[in-house]
């Protein structure tokens, strides 16, 4: 019969679940980080990933040069992955904010160093455990608990952690793990320790440092941000898809302006108060004046309701279908004063319905067609938001569209980058759409451009009473100014942008990043 495991035994294997769980999150942490602040999520997880993964190879390599006092070792590694862990999140947010050009090599740097330690703690609870039992039983019963851990963490850092408490106080929670694994470690093996009292010492300062950060963990992130952003934040948080920042600016700025109230997402600005009109206008009315009649109309993205709030304008518009990934955007919009203010109450319009879903998916699910369907995406930054710009998503996007219907789509900018605005002209064109650009200036974004998708020709509104009154940028001769492009923005070459491939992803971030 298998005996009993003694209470050492029970108390480290649930320690290596706990070191599991840390380790984990660091990663995690770290991982959407630099997704929030270099873009491309795909390739930053992949990359620190797989760095953290070759640094842990290195701790577990290291591991072989601890021969005595193991139980000393692994309480001081537990320390430092508790200080340097748990604070990864924070001081990535204050690099960022303060020396954004150190970012990239701050983050290599952290995940190499908690990656080692972290490779450091598994062997050394084997080698500790060993005096207890058979190697077979033992791989097994720590590999497991290791998996277990890491199962629970994954899990719940997207659906509760990130959401509830921010990455900053969840990097400084579970240092408080680490640093209570430990207190554990101390009291375990205190017959054993030779500087029991400087341990405890260290113990204390450690969880008192952690627990002082995950008090202060707002003050922390503020400081980042403030330093980030030109204006004063005035709202921030961190949804399971994204980062959101509101600033707001009362005064005026070096340039001689107010920005108003400005909203940034994961960092990129998305609107300026300032402004926002010229791109809302530009996004929303050619697409609507052509048609005439619109009654029914899709928005997708756009949970600031500023494009909703245009569509509005058209009373002959029965509903508007609101398709916006995250709930915490459609909430904020429509419950804070001064942006319901903003978007003049659009999302409080008995003629909307919200539905907080993945566009893509909505488009597979839903057989309603629309009159008019308003693409108002954050540009290609990465594959999770490529994917909403491939041929894959337009072909649903044409099965949705009325026989006279228009869907207008956001584009980037045709100046900057301009073969990825040409890109989503020809992959649209590519499942049979025909295509009508534009391009529009918006001071805060530059020269911006957009694309007018259709199974019919489209014609230029040619009346000024087929415009909303009360418009502050377009009108009639301004919209034909608007589709003639010049020399350094007329149509180059591209490929069509694929599922299998999304091309655009990798020219966009070629094209942004010069």
């Known amino acids: 019969m298998t005996s009993s495991k003694s209470p050492l035994e029970v108390a480290l294997l649930a320690s290596v679940f706990v070191v599991a769980a840390c380790g984990l999150v660091y990663e995690l942490a770290a991982a959407a980080l630099a997704s929030y602040v270099l873009g491309d999520s795909v390739l930053q997880f992949s990359t620190i990933i797989?760095?953290?993964?070759?640094?842990?190879?290195?701790?577990?390599?290291?591991?072989?040069?601890?021969?005595?006092?193991?139980?000393?070792?692994?309480?001081?590694?537990?320390?430092?992955?508790?200080?340097?862990?748990?604070?990864?999140?924070?001081?990535?947010?204050?690099?960022?904010?303060?020396?954004?050009?150190?970012?990239?090599?701050?983050?290599?740097?952290?995940?190499?160093?908690?990656?080692?330690?972290?490779?450091?703690?598994?062997?050394?609870?084997?080698?500790?455990?060993?005096?207890?039992?058979?190697?077979?039983?033992?791989?097994?019963?720590?590999?497991?608990?290791?998996?277990?851990?890491?199962?629970?963490?994954?899990?719940a850092f997207p659906l509760l952690l990130v959401p509830q408490l921010g990455l900053v106080r969840t990097g400084l929670l579970f240092g408080l793990m680490n640093a209570a694994v430990a207190v554990w470690a101390l009291w375990l093996f205190r017959d054993e320790l030779r500087q029991f009292w400087a341990h405890a010492a260290a113990c204390v300062l450690t969880l008192a440092a952690l627990g002082a950060g995950f008090a202060g963990a707002d003050h922390i992130t503020t400081l980042a941000e403030d330093k980030l952003y030109q204006d004063r934040v005035i709202f921030a948080t961190t949804s399971p898809y994204q980062r959101i920042v509101v600033t707001h600016s009362a005064g005026a700025t070096n340039a001689g302006t107010r920005h108003g109230h400005r909203l940034f997402l994961n960092g990129n600005l998305q609107f300026s108060e300032k402004d926002e009109y010229r791109y809302h206008e530009a996004l929303v009315h050619p697409a609507m004046a052509a048609h005439g009649g619109a009654r029914k109309v899709a928005v997708l993205g756009g949970g600031d309701g500023m494009a909703v709030r245009e569509v509005l304008r058209y009373p002959q518009v029965e509903s508007v279908t609101l398709v916006e990934l995250d709930p915490a955007m459609t909430r904020l919009f429509s419950t804070q004063p001064a942006l319901v203010k903003l978007n003049g109450g659009a999302l409080q319009s008995p003629k909307l319905q919200v539905v907080n879903t993945d566009a893509f998916k909505w488009l597979e699910d839903t057989r309603e067609q629309f009159d008019v369907?308003?693409?108002?995406?954050?540009?290609?930054?990465?594959?999770?938001?490529?994917?909403?710009?491939?041929?894959?998503?337009?072909?649903?996007?044409?099965q949705r569209l009325s026989a006279s219907g228009y869907a207008t789509i956001q584009t980037t900018?045709?100046?900057?980058?301009?073969?990825?605005?040409?890109?989503?002209?020809?992959?649209?064109?590519?499942?049979?759409?025909?295509?009508?650009?534009?391009?529009?200036?918006?001071?805060?974004?530059?020269?911006?451009?957009?694309?007018?998708?259709s199974r019919r020709p489209f014609a230029l509104p040619q009346k000024p009473e087929q415009l909303p009154p009360g418009l502050r940028f377009l009108t009639v001769p301004t919209l034909a100014l608007m589709f003639d492009f010049p020399a350094d923005m007329a149509r180059v070459p591209a490929q069509v942008n694929r599922l299998s491939n999304q091309s655009l992803v990798t020219t966009y971030e070629r094209e942004w990043g010069k």
């Open 413 to 453: 900018s045709p100046l900057v980058a301009r073969e990825s605005f040409w890109t989503v002209a020809t992959t649209l064109e590519a499942v049979g759409l025909r295509t009508a650009p534009y391009h529009a200036n918006v001071p805060s974004f530059g020269e911006w451009g957009f694309i007018i998708a």
């Open 50 to 155: 797989g760095t953290y993964l070759f640094a842990m190879g290195i701790g577990s390599y290291l591991s072989r040069f601890f021969e005595r006092q193991l139980p000393a070792h692994f309480l001081r590694i537990e320390l430092l992955v508790a200080l340097i862990g748990g604070a990864l999140p924070a001081i990535l947010f204050i690099v960022n904010a303060v020396a954004p050009g150190s970012f990239r090599l701050m983050l290599y740097a952290l995940v190499v160093l908690v990656g080692t330690l972290v490779g450091l703690e598994i062997p050394l609870v084997m080698r500790i455990l060993k005096r207890h039992a058979a190697l077979k039983e033992l791989v097994s019963q720590v590999l497991t608990f290791d998996y277990l851990g890491a199962l629970a963490v994954s899990v």
């Open 373 to 398: 369907i308003v693409v108002d995406f954050p540009d290609p930054t990465n594959f999770s938001i490529g994917k909403l710009y491939t041929t894959s998503f337009y072909a649903l996007l044409e």
